[in-house]
């Protein structure tokens, strides 16, 4: 069992930067795959980048490409993403989740889910 709590949002004006953190629990950590994903009010939750645990690949999605960076520490159990060049539009609570990344299903691979943490980017 992993249990995941996120921190780091809060407002940001347009432009700038924030680094959301997950901190997971359990000693398995290390063999998951690792996600950030996020919904907006009135929107699906939408997938935003992932983690392979072995090897360390990297998935984004289109709209946060180049922008946005994943990361791990598996000695913290801790999984980042570094957002860049916010835009209004990554307004959202952003969930981390631990589990099997699909490429085509990104949502519904992930079995543990933190509660969110807001992020509201000012224009």
């Known amino acids: 069992q992993v249990q995941l709590v996120e921190s780091g949002g809060g407002l940001v004006q347009a432009g700038g930067s924030l680094r959301l953190s997950c901190a997971a629990s359990?000693?398995?950590?290390?063999?998951?795959?690792m996600g950030w994903f996020r919904q907006a009010p009135g929107k699906e939750r939408e997938f935003v980048a992932a983690?392979?645990?072995?090897?360390?690949?990297?998935y984004y999605a289109d709209s946060v490409k180049g922008r946005f960076t994943i990361s791990r520490d598996n000695a913290k159990n801790t999984v980042y993403l570094q957002m860049d060049s916010l835009k209004p539009e990554d307004t959202a609570v952003y969930y981390c989740a631990a589990g099997k990344f699909y490429r085509d299903d990104p949502v519904h691979g992930m079995d543990h889910w933190g509660k969110g943490t807001l992020v509201t980017v000012s224009s």
């Open positions: 359990g000693r398995t950590f290390s063999s998951y795959d």
């Open positions: 983690i392979i645990w072995l090897g360390g690949i990297r």
